[in-house]
């Protein structure tokens, strides 16, 4: 499975964004989908993550509340939806994509990665 992600971009404090990751070469809805985020100097951390068929989700607590996952299977599309921006959101942000099952909240467990799609927000 090939992902390429995109739609980051500079925001000020407040705003919104909307990240895709586009999924190719596989069965985009057998695969569970997540995004994380790495900061300069930090470790890669997961943000959220859905399940196969979207009826599942997980996100970090520092997020919940603000930003939503969801998917579109029939587009092989997958989305972040990043409201009420904060300067400590701002971070490279990646999705991957690992077999169906568990939203595990660890790299590791993630077999396919995209290119990472940079989000700055500003005070």
């Known amino acids: 499975v090939q992902l390429q992600a995109s739609g980051g971009g500079l925001v000020q404090a407040g705003g919104s964004l909307r990240l895709s990751c586009a999924a190719s070469g596989g069965t985009f809805s057998s695969n569970v989908m997540g995004w994380f985020r790495q900061a300069p100097g930090k470790e890669r951390e997961f943000v959220a993550g859905?399940?196969?068929?979207?009826?599942?989700?997980s996100y970090a607590d520092s997020v919940k509340g603000r930003f939503t996952v969801s998917r579109d299977n029939t587009g092989d599309t997958g989305y972040l939806q990043m409201n009420d921006l904060k300067p400590e959101d701002t971070a490279v942000y990646y999705c991957a994509a690992r077999r169906a099952g568990m939203i595990p909240q660890h790299t590791k467990f993630y077999d396919y990665w995209g290119q990472g799609t940079q989000v700055t927000v500003s005070s």
């Open positions: 859905i399940s196969e068929t979207g009826g599942r989700t």
